[in-house]
């Protein structure tokens, strides 16, 4: 029997405590409903009630309109461990019938992202005022099933989830992963698993930094050769490999299907030795480099007194503009160190221009705020101290900023020395790292209000398959992901790493590759 009250009214911040109690209780072999406490990223307000719903083989979905395609997502998630059909229901009359409901209802309180979801012994009723809350109410629904949800084939149950309502909604618009394409290739099946995993955390930008010094990833039609040429290598001067134009729509339209948004980067006028190998036209001196496939950075540029670069750049970024249905192109500009300050900033200048002709918002990593901005465009910032004079001088100015500092926020950065893959020169980041700290309170000088939210980069130069982007994200990219949507009052590392714990069993479940962190107290 739960010692719990009946319908304990709780603060997310309290809520794990719950969770604690209620899995001290858990029963070894049966699965059990989840404790609201377990969820990760912890919802905005939770209360737990005495009650508990039954998923049974006869359930049926009720989603109707604009809440349809959701409806028949959830559907798909449940399908492989339930073995049930989970017919979904398109018809209005459905909504008071079916136990399991999903509604567009208009709630001023939740905006875009937020959902609403209330279970009791007959019902789950999840609400939202766009399809993309109801995408994150169904993620935050399959973390409250037993973790056996999650296995590709059918599974005994029972599919029960604990009574309870929680209202949700996120801190910051902007919660996002990178994926470094260029240091090595990923084909579209890794990018897709990719994707499903960080929607679970109600990720919802995936920045794909398609080229670098080693490999340009993305057919370009107008310059062919980019692709052909400058993709045909990677770190380590193995086979690269490109997205055809068709297969990054495929991405990009996977993504939307997820409520993710893909982010474009054409890294410039650094790190492009992979284009100024392919068109000895871009160069300085008119001649192309070799081919690189080493981990240097800061040795390349592109020729920024010439014509032909931004007639490229034009061509390129048009290109792309006109594939990705997002607002952002993201610009790069970063280490730029073989680009004079004096050639810097009116070739940043002009790029954001192109950018804008194209009806986009330009993202640069936050070496552009050197340059003059833009008032749309959004510096990335990376360096690791809070205290930056040009991105000061920049936020005074107005503009906003994504945080992915690189001593806390970088993927690719080992948990310890032992760690056998990454980098360490930003520092080693354990579990507790990636969690302690606050992107609203970060950079000097910049308000909260200036804070778009957070990012979570993995760059590849030691990076060659799924596994080990999935052992360098998990557990961080889950942890940053809640620093972007819960509320500033959740935080707290105690409680936390609770829930996270949590997570554990669901990644094995999924066949997710983690690091097991000494410092989280794994559930079996
Ligand atoms: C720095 S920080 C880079 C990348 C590297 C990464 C490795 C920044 C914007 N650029 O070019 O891949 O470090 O950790």
């Known amino acids: 029997m739960s010692t719990i009250p009946r319908r304990l009214v709780v603060r997310a911040a309290a809520i794990t ?4 109690a209620a899995a001290a209780q858990a029963a070894p072999v049966k699965p059990k409903a989840v404790p609201y406490a377990s969820v990760v990223p912890a919802p905005a307000w939770a209360t737990q009630a005495n009650s508990t719903f039954t998923l049974g083989s006869g359930a049926r979905i009720a989603a109707s309109g604009q809440a349809a395609s959701v409806g028949n997502y959830l559907a798909s ?8 059909a989970l017919p979904v229901d398109q018809a209005l009359w459905a909504r008071a019938v079916d136990p399991i409901q999903l509604q567009i209802a208009p709630n001023a309180t939740l905006g875009d992202e937020g959902y609403q979801l209330t279970v009791n012994a007959t019902s789950v009723v999840l609400t939202a005022n766009k399809p993309a809350g109801l995408f994150e109410g169904v993620q935050t629904l399959r973390q409250l099933l037993p973790a056996s949800i999650d296995a590709s084939t059918k599974q005994p149950g029972p599919w029960q989830i604990q009574g309870g309502k929680i209202t949700d909604h996120p801190r910051f618009g902007y919660r996002g992963a990178m994926l470094d394409v260029a240091r090595h290739f990923f084909g579209v099946d890794t990018v897709k698993t990719y994707i499903d995993e960080i929607a679970r955390y109600k990720v919802n930008t995936l920045h794909l930094h398609l080229s670098d010094d080693q490999g340009w990833r993305l057919q370009i039609n107008s310059w062919p050769k980019l692709a052909t040429y400058g993709g045909s290598t990677q770190v380590g001067g193995g086979a690269g490999g490109y997205y055809t134009q068709a297969q990054y729509k495929d991405i990009v339209a996977y993504a939307a299907s997820r409520y993710i948004t893909i982010i474009p980067e054409i890294d410039m006028p650094g790190h492009t030795n992979a284009a100024l190998a392919s068109y000895a036209e871009l160069n300085c001196n008119g001649v192309a480099p070799p081919l690189y496939t080493g981990t240097d950075v800061g ?3 592109l020729c920024t007194s010439k014509d032909i670069t931004y007639k490229f750049l034009d061509d390129v970024i048009g290109e792309i503009a006109a594939l990705t249905p997002g607002p952002y192109i993201h610009i790069g500009g970063d280490e730029a160190q073989s680009t004079s300050d004096a050639d810097y900033k009116p070739f940043i200048a002009k790029v954001q221009q192109i950018v804008a002709n194209h009806g986009k918002t330009a993202i640069g990593w936050h070496d552009i705020s050197k340059a003059d901005l833009l008032p749309s465009t959004i510096g990335q910032y990376w360096d690791t101290t809070p205290t930056n004079a040009s991105v000061q001088a920049a936020a005074k100015k107005g503009t906003h900023f994504v945080l992915s500092p690189a001593n806390l926020a970088y993927l690719d950065m080992k948990y310890t020395e032992q760690t056998p893959l990454g980098q360490d020169w930003a ?24 804070v778009n939210g957070v990012e979570g980069p993995l ?3 030691t990076i060659v398959k799924l596994a080990d982007i999935q052992y360098m994200a998990f557990p961080r990219l889950a942890e940053l992901a809640e620093l972007g949507w819960s509320q500033a009052s959740t935080h707290n590392w105690t409680t936390f790493k609770t829930r996270l714990a949590a997570q554990g069993p ?3 479940v999924q066949g997710v590759n983690f690091y097991a962190s000494p410092q989280v107290p794994w559930a079996k």
């Open 459 to 461: 760059w590849t130069e």
């Open 506 to 508: 669901r990644w094995k």
């Open 299 to 301: 040795f390349s540029s």
């Open 17 to 20: 405590m719950l969770g604690t």
């Open 427 to 450: 520092g080693l980041i354990e579990a507790k790292d990636a969690y302690n700290w606050d992107p609203g309170n970060y950079l000097t000088g910049v308000k909260a209000s200036q």
């Open 77 to 84: 998630v449940l399908r492989p461990a339930t073995g049930f």
